[in-house]
Nanobody, 114 residues
Framework: QVQLVESGGGLVQAGGSLRLSCAVS????????MGWYRQAPGKQRDLVAS???????RYADSVKGRFTISRDNTKNTVYLQMNSLKPEDTAVYYC????????WGRGTQVTVSE
C-alpha cells in the first residue's frame, strides 16, 4: 500500500529553521512531481513548493527565498528546508504527488512563535 509519512515538524521561534521529511512508499508515486502543501486552521490546503523527478523546483511567493525543496530519489524521500520562519508559516505540512495524488498522510505540525 502506497503511503506518505511526514516528519520533522515542531515548535520554533520566529527566525528559526526546520527540516521536514516525507517518506514515500511506492516508486510509482515518487517518480512523479512531488510537492509540499500546508494547511493553517480554518484555511484551505495550499501548495508551497514542488520538485520534479529531475529536481526542477517551484515555490509559492510566500516562501520563495526561505524554503528549499529537495528529494533523494534513492530513498524515496522529499525534504523541505525551512529557514527564516515566520508566525504565518504555522500550519500542518503535507506532501503528495501533484500528478498522481494519493490519500493524504497525517502531516506534520509546524508552529512558529513570535
Amino acid at each position: 500500500q502506497v503511503q506518505l509519512v511526514e516528519s520533522g515538524g515542531g515548535l520554533v521561534q520566529a527566525g528559526g529553521s526546520l527540516r521536514l521529511s516525507c517518506a514515500v512508499s511506492g516508486s510509482g508515486v515518487f517518480s512523479s512531481t512531488m510537492g509540499w502543501y500546508r494547511q493553517a486552521p480554518g484555511k484551505q490546503r495550499d501548495l508551497v513548493a514542488s520538485t520534479t523527478y529531475e529536481n526542477s523546483t517551484r515555490y509559492a511567493d510566500s516562501v520563495k527565498g526561505r524554503f528549499t525543496i529537495s528529494r533523494d530519489n534513492t530513498k524515496n524521500t522529499v525534504y523541505l528546508q525551512m529557514n527564516s520562519l515566520k508566525p504565518e508559516d504555522t500550519a500542518v505540512y503535507y506532501c503528495n504527488s501533484l500528478s498522481r495524488p494519493i490519500r493524504w498522510g497525517r502531516g506534520t505540525q509546524v508552529t512558529v512563535s513570535e
